[in-house]
């Protein structure tokens, strides 16, 4: 599986990368200290490079600030210590548990679509309703796109039988350009989310106003997808679900998104593709 990678810039000071998860969490150095249990002052010697942090210290920040697995890793090295969390693939011994969890969660998600994904939407895995759908919405090809993304903004894919398609692209471009701002905390040049954003803007028919960030914008608590192709409406709403306490960088870049159908004309539907083997 694909995994965006971390790359901080060279000789990055873990002062400097703390401090900028800090401003992108929008947290005072006296709220940070009161939440991580330490004082502001060693807080700012720290931020600052007058006081080298111990390795128990960067973790403490780190759980305070929310910093995603990958990230932590890149702090423990700019600190000088060796990374605490692996990256292992799906398909290894080590995540085999994992992997049948998914696979189970997946094949009980029929007969509606479900998916696994990273945080960047590539579809790592998705279930025999998800392929049967999709190829239903294309007259029976298979998508061109390995990433959810491409698939509801390019106009020869998906996108063209969404009927609610500026909802569900804006959503989505509200997701990029939170997870490039919380790129620039990683002090790296290029980034995937990034490069994702440029290629969402640049597909035809995608407004001006959605290149800029919409700040203060809450996302709606339920997001139904409507699609209409050969006179059939059909209509999902999705929950995503992610591993608790993970210990592995691949499991904390994951989910599970899930479809369900928000009628009963799309279950039926849906029961019908199963049983055709569409």
Same mark, same amino acid.
């Given at each position: 599986m694909e995994n965006g990678s971390i790359s901080y810039a060279a000789g990055a000071d873990v002062g400097a990368m703390l401090r900028e998860w800090r401003l992108l969490r929008r947290l005072s150095q006296l709220d940070l200290a009161l939440h991580a249990d330490v004082s502001a002052r060693h807080l700012s010697y720290v931020e600052t490079g007058r006081s080298k942090p111990s390795r128990e210290m960067i973790v403490r920040l780190a759980e305070s600030l929310a910093v995603p697995l990958r990230e932590r890793n890149a702090l423990f090295m700019a600190g000088g210590f060796a990374p605490k969390y692996p990256e292992s693939g799906l398909d290894t011994p080590r995540l085999a548990q994992i992997r049948y969890a998914v696979d189970a969660i997946l094949a009980q998600q029929e007969p509606y679509p479900a998916y696994l994904c990273n945080r960047h939407w590539d579809i790592l895995i998705e279930n025999q309703a998800a392929k049967r759908l999709n190829r239903y919405l294309l007259d029976g090809r298979d998508s061109r796109h390995a990433n959810m993304l491409h698939q509801f903004f390019d106009p020869a894919d998906l996108r063209g039988a969404v009927e609610n398609w500026e909802e569900i692209a804006g959503s989505l471009l509200r997701y990029l350009h939170n997870e490039v701002a919380a790129a620039r905390a990683e002090t790296r040049a290029e980034t995937r989310a990034a490069g994702l954003l440029e290629e969402m803007l640049a597909y035809?028919?995608?407004?001006?106003?959605?290149?800029?960030?919409?700040? =203060? %914008?809450?996302?709606?608590?339920? !997001?139904?997808?409507?699609?209409?192709?050969?006179?059939?409406?059909?209509?999902?709403?999705?929950?995503?679900?992610?591993? =608790? %306490?993970?210990?592995?960088?691949? !499991?904390?870049?994951v989910f599970i998104e899930s479809c369900f159908p928000a009628d009963e004309a799309t279950a039926a539907f849906c029961r019908r593709l199963q049983a055709e083997g569409a």
């Amino acid at each position: 599986m694909e995994n965006g990678s971390i790359s901080y810039a060279a000789g990055a000071d873990v002062g400097a990368m703390l401090r900028e998860w800090r401003l992108l969490r929008r947290l005072s150095q006296l709220d940070l200290a009161l939440h991580a249990d330490v004082s502001a002052r060693h807080l700012s010697y720290v931020e600052t490079g007058r006081s080298k942090p111990s390795r128990e210290m960067i973790v403490r920040l780190a759980e305070s600030l929310a910093v995603p697995l990958r990230e932590r890793n890149a702090l423990f090295m700019a600190g000088g210590f060796a990374p605490k969390y692996p990256e292992s693939g799906l398909d290894t011994p080590r995540l085999a548990q994992i992997r049948y969890a998914v696979d189970a969660i997946l094949a009980q998600q029929e007969p509606y679509p479900a998916y696994l994904c990273n945080r960047h939407w590539d579809i790592l895995i998705e279930n025999q309703a998800a392929k049967r759908l999709n190829r239903y919405l294309l007259d029976g090809r298979d998508s061109r796109h390995a990433n959810m993304l491409h698939q509801f903004f390019d106009p020869a894919d998906l996108r063209g039988a969404v009927e609610n398609w500026e909802e569900i692209a804006g959503s989505l471009l509200r997701y990029l350009h939170n997870e490039v701002a919380a790129a620039r905390a990683e002090t790296r040049a290029e980034t995937r989310a990034a490069g994702l954003l440029e290629e969402m803007l640049a597909y035809p028919g995608v407004p001006a106003h959605w290149r800029h960030r919409e700040l =203060g %914008t809450a996302p709606a608590p339920v !997001l139904t997808t409507c699609f209409g192709h050969h006179g059939t409406r059909l209509a999902f709403f999705s929950t995503i679900t992610t591993f =608790g %306490t993970p210990r592995d960088v691949t !499991l904390d870049e994951v989910f599970i998104e899930s479809c369900f159908p928000a009628d009963e004309a799309t279950a039926a539907f849906c029961r019908r593709l199963q049983a055709e083997g569409a």
